[in-house]
């Protein structure tokens, strides 16, 4: 299985053999799918002390699919907007507050804004908790409002951890 992952990222993915490494504007293609690197805003510093760009992707082919992987708003996010049919737009963390690099529902709602898609799909809440913290469902219901407030034309879609989004 190809695994795409931002150029100097090859040292932590040893365990998989085709690794191909990208920087924001470089595409990979798989026949009729292109995934093109896009900015993020994010520390991506590891635990190796490596550092490597923080990404995000549009997926194209048959629908357009914006995944924002961990960011904050960022200059140029709109810039990604125009024919998105999904956007996948994390709005929680690891624990009640998130930190610089991350959006909240609120930013995460201002991002509906300047990206503009058909649906978004909350992400990146609900499947990681510490060991003596409850996941909890607020996250994505609260930018669900928001989003209803900020980017009206925007349906937003709430997918469980484990279930499918059909279009």
Not at 9 to 16: D, G, K, Y
Not at 62 to 67: A, H, M, Q, V, W
Request: hydrophobic share 40%; glycine share 8%; net charge neutral.
């Amino acid at each position: 299985m190809p695994i795409i992952a931002p150029r100097g990222a090859r040292p932590l993915l040893r365990r998989f053999s085709d690794v191909r490494e990208v920087q924001v504007g470089e595409e990979v293609r798989f026949g009729d799918v292109a995934v093109q690197a896009t900015p993020a805003e994010h520390t991506s510093r590891r635990l190796t002390l490596r550092s490597t760009e923080s990404l995000g992707y549009v997926v194209s082919g048959s629908r357009r699919i914006y995944f924002a992987g961990d960011t904050d708003l960022f200059d140029g996010m709109a810039d990604l907007a125009g024919s998105l049919d999904v956007a996948l737009i994390p709005v929680a963390g690891w624990g009640s507050k998130v930190g610089v690099g991350h959006l909240d529902p609120e930013r995460a709602a201002r991002a509906l804004q300047l990206l503009k898609p058909r649906v978004a799909v909350p992400i990146h809440w609900g499947t990681l908790s510490l060991a003596h913290k409850e996941t909890s469902s607020e996250p994505p219901e609260t930018f669900k409002r928001l989003a209803a407030e900020l980017a009206p034309d925007v349906d937003v879609r709430i997918v469980p951890p484990g279930e499918q989004l059909a279009l």
